[in-house]
Nanobody, 124 residues
Framework: QVQLVESGGGLVQAGGSLRLSCAASGRTFRRYAVGWFRQAPGKEREFVAAISGGGGSTYYADSVKGRFTASRDNARNTVYLQMNNLKPEDTAVYYC?????????????????WGQGTQVTVSA
């Protein structure tokens, strides 16, 4: 069982930056790939980024590629999402999710554990 807690959301102006954190319980977190998803008001939840268990592989949605960076510190059981050059369309609740696999997936339904989400609001 893995419990995930996101933090780091907030209000930022367009062009600004935020770093989200996803802290996990458990001693074998390195065995879990982690995905980041977001859900804007009135829209379905969508894939944002993913990182492999070891941290060596990452993948991004086209909408955030070049602006967002996923990383992890397995010694601290924490995954990060660095978000730069934020745009108003990035406004959403951001979720981290984990799957017991060294290889990540972009498919929401395959993730086993989810955090509660953290709100990111980008003003124009």
């Amino acid at each position: 069982q893995v419990q995930l807690v996101e933090s780091g959301g907030g209000l930022v102006q367009a062009g600004g930056s935020l770093r989200l954190s996803c802290a996990a319980s458990g001693r074998t977190f390195r065995r879990y790939a982690v995905g980041w998803f977001r859900q804007a008001p009135g829209k379905e939840r969508e894939f944002v980024a993913a990182i492999s268990g070891g941290g060596g592989s990452t993948y991004y949605a086209d909408s955030v590629k070049g602006r967002f960076t996923a990383s992890r510190d397995n010694a601290r059981n924490t995954v990060y999402l660095q978000m730069n050059n934020l745009k108003p369309e990035d406004t959403a609740v951001y979720y981290c999710a984990a799957i017991q696999s060294l290889v990540f997936t972009t498919r929401e339904a395959q993730y086993e554990y989810w955090g509660q989400g953290t709100q990111v609001t980008v003003s124009a």
